[in-house]
């Protein structure tokens, strides 16, 4: 019978019960993908990740990261919340990479925070038009503010600029609509949207498991990179530094932070460890 030893954190939290909740598999070693499959449908968070030996000689570990429904290449706060467990395990320092599918993420903690750098964005254009964009997200067409488009530093999303805080906390997207113009390259609705705020930007992300459910995540640090991205597009590479709040609508705080600079996109937060414990099998 295998023993699997696992960490539950928070991630992009600011208190004990905020940020996003994240599993991370101490070892994978030996587990095959429905095994790892079958775990992040037992834990039911939006990502479950596994820290296996690197295979790149510039890494410390390298990370699997599960959905309950399917493996991804790259996401922020399972980025961060593996760097957490890897620098209490394997003791690299506080400055390394972690491997993934979408390549080598340099990550750095610093006075009690994480942050990653991002791979340089890819752009590609949206063919729905700012009404049919408003119409998705149920908002008047003015709530449209500049270029969307689709951005991707490692997970392709359609990122949409808001015209006000109060347009992004009444978003309520149709999920028939979110499937026929939110949809990336993979055929995965992603939508993140967002709204300028006096130290940074207020954002909210949808996605869907289904061709009728629109899920919404608390904090996500995939698409505040392509946020980065999107203003290093629509800038001209004009220096940000922001603090990103998000997930307010489902009374679960997340506090990112994102910084760009000469290019580079760097994302930021908090991780506190709640637990550990044991599968049995």
Request: aromatic share 8%; glycine share 10%.
């Amino acid at each position: 019978m295998p023993t699997i030893r696992y960490r539950l954190l928070n991630v992009f939290a600011e208190s004990t019960f905020g940020g996003n909740p994240l599993a991370v598999v101490e070892d994978g070693t030996g587990l095959s993908d429905v095994e790892m499959q079958l775990i992040t449908r037992q834990f039911n968070l939006s990502e479950t990740t596994f820290l296996l030996p690197p295979s790149s000689p510039h890494a410390a570990a390298r990370v699997r990261i599960f959905t309950p429904g399917f493996e991804m290449p790259f996401a922020g706060h399972p980025t961060l919340g593996s760097a957490h467990v890897v620098r209490e395990l394997f003791q690299p320092g506080d400055a390394f990479e972690l491997e993934m599918k979408a390549g080598l993420i340099p990550v750095r903690h610093e006075q009690g925070r994480w942050t990653l750098l991002a791979n340089p964005p890819s752009y590609r254009e949206t063919a729905a038009t700012p009404a049919e964009l408003a119409d998705m997200l149920g908002l008047p067409v003015e709530a449209i503010a500049g270029p969307a488009m689709w951005v991707s530093c490692g997970a392709e999303q359609l990122i949409i600029p808001l015209a006000s805080v109060e347009h992004v906390r009444t978003v309520r997207p149709d999920p028939a609509l979110l499937q026929k113009h939110g949809r990336n390259t993979k055929g995965e609705a992603q939508t993140y949207v967002f709204a300028r705020t006096a130290d940074g930007f207020e954002v909210r992300f949808f996605w869907m498991t289904d061709a009728s459910k629109v899920s919404e995540d608390p904090g996500t640090g995939s698409a505040c990179a392509n946020l980065g991205g999107w203003w290093l597009k629509t800038t001209g590479n004009e220096p940000l530094s922001a603090k990103i709040s998000q997930g307010a609508a489902m009374d679960r705080p997340n506090l990112l932070t994102l910084d760009v600079k000469d290019g580079k996109i760097h994302v930021g937060g908090r991780v506190i460890s709640l637990g550990a414990g044991e599968l049995h099998w």
